[in-house]
């Protein structure tokens, strides 16, 4: 099933490993980062054809690794993308088939076993730090759900009072800033948002170089409404969204650079792709 290439993927390069130190007793477990936007198209990053924005890092990325070339979503929603990445499963049988709404009485239900969870288990670091959205609920946070580590917001960056169109009509609260399973603070201005998701993502690779470690960077952006840092504004030649996606792919330099000044990127399996596609 196409919808599982990213965990089959893991668990190919796991299983080799696994084998191998059957004979090299003293061989690492690779590191696995998994990078996941939110609402980008697949022509968005120059090496799947933008003529006019620049995306050096992942053309980088793709050039020494693998593109996936015919690969699909569950679902074409937040909430349901992120559960069958995370699971394996297909949404509808684990009861998330749509966006979770704030204070949502559903979520990720902590019977299901995600990928953080398994690789934890075998003695791997985990860490999430961008968006959730599988539950805001206690017993749905990802702290539930196999990751040491979390710092984010629980669900879609418009989920937002000072949204123009959707605040006024749904009447969200404070979008909520969460450090593992504590509200830190409000996110009122999302423009270095990225940039410290960024910061976390370095941050914890360089403490934990000694220690195999999954690292689940789920970015809110490019899902609208965009923003993006001043160091990035007007950078691009396509508008707000193509500076968005620049910044994204600085993110990616970052933590390719992480990953190679600790020695880590020959046994790191990195993975980007978007949760489903383009907002339409």
Not at 58 to 70: C, M
Not at 217 to 222: A, G, K, L, R, S
Not at 251 to 273: H, Q, R
């Amino acid at each position: 099933m196409k919808i599982l290439g990213p965990l089959l993927l893991c668990f190919v390069v796991l299983s080799c490993n696994t084998k191998a130190s059957k004979h090299h007793k003293s061989e690492t477990p690779p590191n696995i980062v998994l990078i996941f936007t939110d609402d980008q198209g697949y022509q968005d990053v120059g090496v799947f054809g933008s003529p006019d924005i620049k995306t050096p890092n992942l053309d980088q990325l793709a050039a020494e690794g693998v593109k996936l070339t015919s690969f699909y979503a569950a679902q074409a929603v937040c909430s349901a993308s992120r559960a069958a990445i995370l699971t394996g499963c297909y949404p509808n049988r684990i009861g998330i088939h749509n966006a979770m709404m704030p204070n949502s009485s559903s979520g990720l239900h902590p019977s299901e076993t995600t990928l953080a969870e398994l690789l934890k288990d075998n003695g791997y670091k985990t860490a999430i730090y961008g968006k959730w959205h599988l539950g805001d609920h206690p017993s749905f946070l990802p702290t539930k759900h196999g990751f040491d580590e979390y710092f984010g917001i629980p669900y879609s960056n418009d989920m937002w009072p000072n949204h123009p169109q959707q605040g006024p009509v749904f009447q969200f609260g404070p979008l909520p800033v969460y450090e593992n399973e504590a509200v830190i603070d409000t996110l009122t201005d999302q423009s270095q948002f990225t940039t410290d998701i960024t910061s976390r993502s370095v941050d914890f690779i360089n403490r934990n170089k000694d220690t195999p470690f999954f690292l689940y960077v789920p970015h809110p952006q490019p899902h609208v409404p965009l923003f993006v840092s001043e160091k990035f504004k007007g950078k691009s030649e396509n508008g707000l969204y193509g500076d968005v996606i620049m910044e994204l792919d600085w993110s990616v330099g970052e933590i390719m650079k992480a990953l190679k000044a600790n020695n880590l990127d020959s046994n790191t399996l990195v993975i980007f792709t978007s949760d489903n596609g383009p907002w339409l």
